[in-house]
């Protein structure tokens, strides 16, 4: 079984390899998924990839599809009800610290999004 030696690059410097290790992938996948939901444009993205990991437009596409289809898997592994309970507990804290520094619009708009969240009251424009 032949393992494959490292190779030099125009300045003599050694290099790995061209595959990645499977601990590798999944950190690159995690980086730019976090990218993703930080709002990153995907342009800044594929050349983030190759600033960093020295890979191919081609291959941070794939990296960014990966990416989003952990996203979607893990929205669709979600329960409603559990998802409704951490919006409400998170509606309720902004409702409390709101309150307590006295920006009464934001209170408003906290206990509005609560009840929203709860069906006691139907979003604006239903």
């Not at 992938?25 to 995907?42: A, E, F």
């Not at 009800?81 to 409702?95: F, G, T």
Request: with cysteine.
């Amino acid at each position: 079984m032949s393992q494959e030696k490292p190779t030099t690059n125009l300045a003599g410097m050694k290099r790995r390899p061209r595959g990645v290790t499977s601990r590798e992938l999944c950190d690159q996948v995690d980086q730019v998924r976090d990218w993703l939901t930080s709002g990153v444009p995907v342009h800044v993205i594929r050349r983030r990839c190759a600033d960093q990991w020295g890979i191919a437009t081609r291959t941070a596409e794939a990296r960014i599809r990966q990416a989003r289809d952990e996203m979607v898997r893990d929205v669709g592994d979600v329960d409603r009800k559990e998802v409704a309970a951490m919006l409400a507990e998170a509606a309720s804290w902004i409702l409390q610290e709101a309150r307590d520094s006295k920006q009464l619009s934001n209170a408003l708009g906290a206990a509005r999004l609560h009840a929203e969240i709860l069906g006691i009251m139907e979003r604006k424009g239903s």
